[in-house]
């Protein structure tokens, strides 16, 4: 069985930085694209940014310049900075990623989320 974790959401002033981190655990034997995803009150869930196992990353326009995905490959983890935060950035952050494991092959895992609150 798969989880995969977040941590590092909270409560900044509009301006402000937060890092989040998703690491993933179980019996895995690979991970390939890992991302973040927010999803704000009454809004869809979109995509913030993803990373492949390679470090080709991708961001939606309204966090370029501002956010940066990495990833830590020994450690099954992937990291979200967040600098310049707006109100606007206010949402639940989920972590998802495609997960290889020996029993069952490759599939997408969602984290639980971590709320991410920007006060003006």
């Known amino acids: 069985q798969v989880q995969l974790v977040e941590s590092g959401g909270g409560l900044v002033q509009a301006g402000g930085s937060l890092r989040l981190s998703c690491a993933a655990s179980?019996?895995?034997?690979?991970?390939?694209?890992m991302g973040w995803y927010r999803q704000a009150p009454g809004k869809q869930r979109e995509l913030v940014a993803d990373?492949?196992?390679?470090?080709?990353?991708n961001y939606a326009d309204s966090v370029k310049g501002r956010f940066t995905i990495s990833r830590d490959n020994a450690k099954s983890t992937v990291y979200l900075q967040m600098n310049s935060l707006k109100p606007e950035d206010t949402a639940v952050y989920y972590c998802?990623?495609?997960?290889?494991?020996?029993?069952?092959?490759?599939?997408?895992?969602w984290g639980q989320g971590t709320q991410v609150t920007v006060s003006s």
């Open positions: 179980g019996s895995i034997s690979s991970i390939n694209t």
């Open positions: 990373i492949t196992s390679g470090g080709i990353t």
């Open positions: 998802k990623g495609r997960v290889s494991t020996y029993a069952i092959g490759s599939l997408w895992y």
